[in-house]
């Protein structure tokens, strides 16, 4: 395993929430190194930060684990508004959206919607100058229907101060299906001066191992919700036995649905908010359980 090779968790709108981010980090949190987490994206909703993104954010500040909010947005204004309000509520590093694929948002112009606007990314690259006590990073694609769209915003991205640049390698257009545009990724990456971070279908140890040598990093999602022994599998250089591999996603599952119960009212909105968890569950995990797991949320005693 390379030294310096970054482990991060990806924001998925609605599940690495911050009850999920909590039991995965007690349970994995000392087993595979430095990982940052990311959290679900923060935006603006009616000209003001959405309450109920900030609070996923700074509920879990101080917590231990090095936690970095995402932001979406359309233009300047609402990304002074969102790095401003982030910045007094404590943040010190802020990721960038511009790689959402879902058609509400790029239709706006927000997420893989900025890649079709190189004015407006240009004109966010001139605002971070504004915020020197801020670490940005960006996550993107390769463009809205286009992969070479990427291509015109190399200059851009470069003029911006920026730890890192998350890339998945497929379009808007493609949302997570379709083959990843390998070629086209190592194309624009290598026009950019920054670390490049690899996103996309990273689902076991190996996948990791096979980028270390060309990239700076890793940014999984989907991998961790089927696999939440991924990274510590990885750190540790021995991949775990299947049977421990789900014990470790049906723990998870039970404990985020704990915390939760806290927040949510009632069992009705808190099954809705556990099932779409068990779209991930592993391929091997008993059928009848992952069938009770998507009726109930979540499996209780079996």
């Known amino acids: 395993m390379e030294k310096d090779f970054k482990l991060m968790v ?46 996923d954010f700074t509920s879990d500040l101080n917590k231990g684990m090095m936690l970095t909010p995402q932001i979406i947005f359309k233009d300047a204004e609402e990304w002074r508004l969102l790095v401003d309000t982030l910045a007094e509520a404590g943040a010190e590093r ?30 966010i690259a001139d605002e971070m100058a504004h915020y020197p006590e801020i670490q940005f990073s960006v996550k993107m694609r390769l463009g809205v229907n286009d992969p070479t769209e990427a291509l015109a915003l190399a200059y851009i991205i470069n003029s911006m101060p920026l730890r890192h640049v998350t890339i998945h390698p497929r379009t808007a257009k493609q949302q997570y299906k379709g083959n990843l545009l390998l070629s086209e990724m190592k194309e624009f990456s290598s026009m950019l001066k920054h670390p490049i971070v690899f996103n996309g279908e990273i689902a076991n140890p190996s996948d990791i191992d096979a980028l ?26 021995r991949e775990l036995p299947i049977k421990q591999r789900e014990e470790a996603f049906l723990n998870l599952i039970n404990n985020t649905s704990s915390l939760l119960e806290d927040r949510l009212c009632g069992a009705a909105q808190l099954r809705d908010k556990m099932k779409p968890y068990w779209e991930y569950a592993p391929a091997s995990l008993d059928k009848k359980i992952v069938k009770i797991g998507k009726k109930k949320g979540v499996i209780g005693s079996i």
């Open 212 to 237: 270390t040598s060309d990239y700076d990093g890793v940014m999984v999602g989907r991998g961790l919700l089927a696999r939440p022994s991924l990274f510590a599998e990885y750190h540790s250089g």
């Open 94 to 123: 802020v990721d960038m959206n511009m790689g959402c694929p879902f058609p509400p948002q790029v239709k706006k112009g927000r997420g893989a919607g900025m890649l079709s606007i190189p004015d407006r990314v240009a004109e």
């Open 10 to 55: 990806a924001p998925l709108q609605g599940l690495t929430v911050a009850e999920w981010r909590r039991v995965y980090f007690d349970m994995f949190g000392n087993s595979q190194g430095l990982v940052e987490y990311f959290t679900p994206f923060i935006r603006v909703e009616k000209g003001v930060v959405r309450a109920r993104d900030l609070r």
